[in-house]
């Protein structure tokens, strides 16, 4: 009988490591990871492995929003994961379309999905809830951190019966740390200001590449974003986002560059439908 289960443990342990290695040959070598800007603070990402991740898809509203996907958006293809930092419009967006259309689970603040559920919008089955330093592994080899994000949340809803709009409390709002399935670590910021545990979470996770806001007015300004950058986040590349969508939101491109000159950190800046590969 001891034999017995020492050879079943062995089997098991054998099938595990067969397992992890076939996850680990999945991705070929020298993939990369490619990043479409979709506008404001929307991303699609693609990992090494092949999945897409959509993270803050304002598109049918976005006026930035690369005009094909913007007509229609199913061009924007597969979606295999959306990610949602908070429930203002211009960040939850087309989600739950995106959602629906593909069958894709929306992960996000767990009282952002909570309404999403509540009002009918979203079915729950689609949805899955978790907060600040709650960590999910969606997909083979992918990993999500939810991490602190200085702002707000709140969710507008049209109600069906009245046709009016009407205001939910959606909790707080989020950044997410990614990390994919070649260990590549993208820190997507959400809307935040600025606050002291940006050195804490870099600290502890280590972003390779950072997704920050620079507009101003909801969140950093260019000189605020380019302190944050240059003092306690100092990561590889950075790329300036959720500006030039907002007439209120006036930082500029130029503004963070000339504010990050003299920085070891490399600037990338994007414009709205452009492909990058890291």
Not at 45 to 60: F, R, Y
Not at 172 to 191: R, T
Request: aromatic residues 8%; glycine residues 8%.
């Amino acid at each position: 009988m001891k034999t017995f289960i020492r050879q079943t443990i062995a089997w098991a342990l054998c099938a595990l490591s067969m397992s992890a290695f076939a996850q680990t040959a999945s991705v070929p070598a020298g993939a990369k990871t490619e990043l479409l800007w979709l506008g404001q603070a929307g991303f699609r990402i693609k990992s090494p492995g092949g999945k897409t991740i959509v993270i803050d898809p304002w598109l049918t509203g976005g006026p930035k929003t690369p005009a094909p996907i913007k007509a229609d958006i199913a061009a924007l293809g597969k979606v295999d994961l959306l990610l949602v930092t908070h429930a203002h419009v211009d960040h939850i967006g087309d989600a739950p379309a995106l959602a629906k259309m593909h069958k894709t689970v929306l992960y996000g603040p767990a009282d952002m999905i909570t309404p999403l559920v509540t009002l009918g919008i979203m079915p729950a089955e689609l949805t899955h809830r978790f907060n600040k330093t709650g960590s999910v592994k969606p997909l083979p080899g992918i990993k999500v951190t939810a991490v602190q994000a200085e702002h707000s949340s709140l969710l507008v809803w049209k109600n069906p019966a009245t046709e009016k709009l009407e205001s939910h409390p959606a909790g707080e709002a989020v950044g997410y740390i990614i990390e994919l399935e070649n260990g590549f670590k993208i820190w997507h910021m959400g809307d935040t200001g600025l606050f002291g545990d940006m050195k804490f979470i870099t600290e502890r996770y280590k972003p390779d590449l950072v997704l920050m806001p620079i507009g101003g007015n909801f969140t950093m300004d260019p000189d605020d974003a380019a302190f944050a950058a240059r003092t306690w986040i100092k990561p590889k590349m950075v790329i300036p986002m959720h500006y030039n969508s907002n007439p209120l939101a006036k930082g500029t491109l130029e503004e963070f560059q000339n504010a990050m000159k003299g920085s070891e950190v490399k600037v990338v800046p994007m414009t709205e439908g452009q492909n990058l590969a890291f």
